[in-house]
């Protein structure tokens, strides 16, 4: 019996080593993977710092109305926010390959999924990226427009349209990531209509008394003689 | 036989069409009486001078005026309408632009030693005044004739507030309107406009003959005189469209004082243009305008739009428009200083883009109507000043800030309090 114990340990024992054995190279890649990537990561983050603090990145985000990213970034610096994220995606690419050098069919089908996910990821942050420049753009054209129409509650317009196409790229981030579509389809859409219902009900009840002055204006201006505005522009 | 001043209209020959020595486009709204006037005008001009006339809605059964050249006169006829077709994409003050473009490029093609724009119709019509719009170019070998109209209190204010103090301060003349729209322009300088804008950049800055006309005379150093006329007569306000206007006339000044800041930064002071007639008044003048309205927009504006105003101006014009928001109506007065500094800041960041350039001459309207009804104010009947004056201290004040103007220019990004 003893005879058999010990056969059973060798066996094993031989089969850890052999198993430890074929690890290591795998092991050895993911070191090297590793290292490498840091030291891209590394030369990548500072020739994207030094771009940015050249074209003045920082103080171009908080003129276009992106203040807040800053609060977010590590030192208030958004730039050390994007040269940071870079080095992320960079180390993470480096360990995403080092593990498919292992000869496991997990890891293998993790990093084959990881790196099929990346570009729905980077797709998914384009159309977040856009979304929220769109937003800002339309948001003061909106309230520029409202402001020299002289509407009073130009803000309060300005800021639904803004939420309106937040709202939106979110939703079509999330949709594009495959991220429970079903509820962000639903819950988006009791989002959106929820705003616009609000909307539709602030600018309503509130030029409820203005059209009706309107409509009183129209009446008394066909009755009464036209009065010439002596003001010339142009 | 009897004397027929009025001959039958002959159709202009092949060589007639060839050339001519002044091209007189009438780009404004004449009636045929009106043209024919116009045409007697300019036959008492030099004799044997060719007169071709160009009018897009003149009426085949109207007069003549193609009367034969004589030893006397000047010989006046009708050509086939040269000018191009404005693009459908381009309006208002570019579509203008374009077609004052074509005016130039059809006078070219006749060889012609002037052309002379008509694009505004005079309340009084009085035969000799386009006359005198072209003659300073024969008699007087002048490059550019700028028209110089009797002015009411509230006419072309745009022109009043912005551009003719602006242009005087930057290029040292005291021109009155020049953006016209009426011009005599010499063959010199219609092919220098022609040359400038075929070899210019594409889009964006490209030369735009209206706005460029005046500062690209005034940089060459050719010679420009001013023309007494009567008081023109203006289009209605349309309100709900005030920041397309700013939108629409503002960008090709702006875009004109970054093409010449190496010329205008070397000016020091203004002096007055050679002029021609005497100075027509426009008689007595009563108006008087409600500035509430103007007041609430600029109130309004200064409530919601400080987080773009403050990408351009800063904090101390930002504290004096709150100041001035606040003052009861009576007491709404802003001053020229302070308006100077904010045209002057818009166009600094018009060129910086600090942000998107029609959002910014958008924002500028409540800034415009305060400085309206700031104007009104100062001309109430119970006192104060003639418009020629208050408009006289304004480009005082315009010439006081070109120093702010060239130190932010050449340094945009020092410490601006």
């Known amino acids: 019996m003893w005879e058999q114990v010990k056969h059973a340990l060798v066996d094993s024992t031989t089969r850890f080593l052999t198993r430890f054995a074929s690890f290591l190279p795998g092991f050895a890649a993911l070191v090297v993977a590793l290292l490498v990537s840091f030291v891209l990561a590394w030369v990548l983050a500072s020739i994207v710092r030094r771009v940015l603090v ?159 002055k309107s409509v009183e204006r129209d009446v008394t201006k066909a009755t009464r003689e036209p009065v010439e505005d002596p003001l010339r522009h142009l | 036989m009897e004397a027929d001043s009025i001959a039958q209209p002959m159709e202009p020959t092949a060589d007639q069409i060839d050339s001519a020595d002044l091209l007189v486009a009438v780009l404004g709204e004449f009636d045929s009486k009106g043209i024919a006037t116009m045409c007697d005008a300019f036959r008492t001009l030099a004799a044997k001078l060719r007169v071709a006339v160009s009018h897009e809605a003149r009426e085949e059964s109207a007069a003549p005026v193609n009367a034969e050249p004589t030893q006397e006169s000047a010989s006046v006829f009708f050509v086939p309408s040269l000018l191009a077709k404005p693009s459908s994409l381009a309006t208002g003050v570019q579509s203008m632009s374009d077609t004052y473009q074509s005016v130039f490029a059809a006078a070219d093609k006749l060889q012609a030693r002037g052309c002379c724009i008509i694009a505004s119709k005079l309340e009084a019509v009085t035969p000799p005044w386009a006359l005198r719009m072209a003659q300073p170019l024969f008699e007087g070998q002048a490059d550019l004739v700028l028209p110089h109209y009797a002015r009411r209190k509230f006419d072309g204010l745009l022109n009043a507030s912005i551009i003719a103090p602006m242009t005087r301060a930057l290029y040292g003349k005291r021109v009155n309107n020049p953006m016209g729209p009426d011009f005599g322009v010499s063959r010199r300088l219609f092919q220098r406009m022609l040359t400038a804008r075929n070899g210019g950049p594409v889009g964006g800055n490209r030369l735009h003959a209206l706005a460029s006309l005046t500062p690209t005379a005034l940089c060459q150093n050719l010679q420009i005189t001013e023309v007494h006329l009567g008081t023109r007569s203006y289009s209605p306000t349309d309100w709900t469209n005030m920041s397309s206007v700013l939108a629409d006339v503002l960008p090709p000044v702006f875009l004109d004082m970054e093409r010449n800041a190496a010329c205008w930064q070397r000016t020091r002071f203004s002096a007055p243009l050679p002029a021609i007639g005497e100075p027509v008044f426009s008689g007595p003048d009563s108006a008087t305008v409600d500035i509430r309205p103007m007041v609430e927009s600029f109130q309004l504006g200064n409530r919601e739009l400080q987080e773009i105003w403050s990408l351009v101006l800063p904090p101390s014009t930002l504290f004096e428009l709150r100041k001035l928001s606040r003052l009861p109506l009576e007491q709404f007065r802003m001053p020229d200083e302070l308006w100077v500094k904010i045209v002057y800041d818009f166009a600094l960041a018009h060129r910086l883009r600090t942000i998107s350039r029609d959002h910014l001459l958008k924002s500028m309207t409540p800034l415009y109507l305060g400085w309206v009804a700031s104007y009104a104010n100062d001309l109430l009947p119970s006192g104060a000043t003639s418009p020629e004056r208050r408009l006289e201290r304004l480009s005082l004040a315009y010439e006081a800030g070109k120093s702010h103007l060239v130190s932010r220019w050449r340094w945009p990004d020092r410490f601006n309090p």
């Open chain 1, 54 to 212: 050249g074209v003045d990145f920082d103080e171009r985000l908080e003129r276009w109305g992106y203040a807040s990213l800053a609060e977010w970034s590590p030192m208030n610096s958004p730039t050390r926010l994007v040269s940071r994220s870079i080095a992320v995606l960079v180390i993470l690419s480096g360990f995403l390959i080092g593990i498919a050098a292992f000869d496991f069919q997990w890891t293998y089908m993790f990093a084959q999924s990881a790196v099929a996910y990346i570009p729905k990821v980077l797709t998914s942050l384009l159309v977040l990226l856009v979304g929220n420049v769109l937003a800002a753009f339309l948001a003061r054209s909106v309230l520029i427009g409202a402001v020299n129409l002289n509407v009073q509650y130009a803000r309060f317009l300005s800021v639904g349209v803004k939420w309106i196409v937040i709202v939106l790229a979110f939703a079509m981030a999330l949709e594009h990531l495959r991220i429970a579509p079903g509820i962000v389809e639903l819950a988006f859409g009791i989002l959106f209509g929820g705003i616009v219902l609000a909307l539709s009900l602030a600018v309503g009840l509130n030029s409820k008394d203005l059209i009706a």
